[in-house]
């Protein structure tokens, strides 16, 4: 039973050293509004749960099973912006703020 255990501590202590840090990607240039931009991470538990934080609020992207996802920029631009994700186990993480440049439709405004 000792050795039943201790396998499985070195297994559960190797899967979480190889799943690494839990990070998010996103583009930090070339942002504009009402265009697609694929958010991804590493890291962390799935469900994963996004939210966009705006000047005054946040978008709730709902809950993720994948690592990434594809949102379309509906902040206005020059309007500064950022992603939060939090995972099944609580795990926190913030991108840095980025602004959306113009970009030829506001349809999505």
């Not at 009402?34 to 992207?61: A, H, K, Q, S």
């Not at 995972?87 to 991108?95: I, K």
Request: glycine share 10%.
């Amino acid at each position: 039973m000792t050795k039943f255990i201790v396998a499985l501590l070195a297994f559960a202590t190797t899967a979480a050293i190889a799943q690494g840090p839990f990070t998010i990607n996103i583009p930090t240039s070339g942002v504009r509004t009402c265009e697609p931009i694929r958010i991804t991470w590493n890291g962390g538990t799935p469900p994963f749960y996004l939210v966009v934080r705006t000047p005054i609020g946040v978008i709730n992207l709902g809950e993720v099973r994948r690592r990434s996802i594809v949102w379309t920029v509906n902040q206005a631009p020059g309007t500064r912006i950022g992603i939060d994700i939090s995972d099944s186990e609580g795990q926190l993480h913030q991108s840095g703020d980025f602004t959306p440049s113009a970009s030829t439709s506001t349809a999505c405004l």
